[in-house]
């Protein structure tokens, strides 16, 4: 299998290496995340006080979905916020994700993918110089370059903590 970052057809050079960094993330997620039961889809670490997978997959889609806004130069419709967040719960933590499917939530994320496709289609890589605005508390500004770039990198960070957690999940079922 040959591994590349180059943009398709009908995206400019930069932005398509940028976008299918992200639409590699994704893949990986999807398998880092195969075959996982409901149980481990849900499962919160040996002593039940970390995200679960569940949870780090609906804010991983989230965050995405907010940036393909940012990148429109238009805010989130509240129809999304609610579908899809919030971003936090009142104590400042990821918001409790149980009893969705792993198939749900994955479904869910494909059509965020395909919304940031069409937007990285009508972008050019001159626009990537644009600053927007992001942050739920702090107020912070950076190029669409960036945010781009932060989207994978954001997802790879998440898949490490959906590794560990996958190690526990195992650790855990053997001394059962």
């Known amino acids: 299998m040959l591994y590349d970052l180059k943009a398709d057809a009908n995206k400019s050079t930069i932005v398509g290496m940028l976008f299918s960094a992200v639409k590699e993330n994704n893949q990986r997620l999807q398998l880092i995340t195969r075959g996982k039961s409901q149980e481990e889809v849900d499962y919160k670490g040996p002593d ?35 579908l899809y967040g919030p971003m936090i719960d009142e104590n400042n933590r990821l918001p409790m994700v149980k009893g969705i499917s792993l198939n749900t939530l994955m479904s869910k994320y494909d059509d965020v993918l395909k919304m940031l496709n069409d937007s990285c289609a009508q972008l050019t890589d001159a626009d990537l110089d644009k600053v927007v605005t992001f942050g739920h508390e702090n107020e912070k500004h950076a190029t669409i370059r960036w945010g781009l770039w932060h989207m994978a990198d954001h997802s790879r960070y998440h898949q490490a903590h959906i590794n560990l957690l996958r190690k526990w ?3 855990n079922s053997l001394s059962k």
């Open 169 to 171: 999940y195992g650790d």
């Open 48 to 82: 039940h006080n970390f995200n679960s997978t569940a949870q780090l997959i609906k804010h991983i889609m989230y965050v995405d979905l907010n940036w393909v806004y940012r990148l429109k130069g238009q805010t989130l419709p509240q129809s999304l916020k609610e």
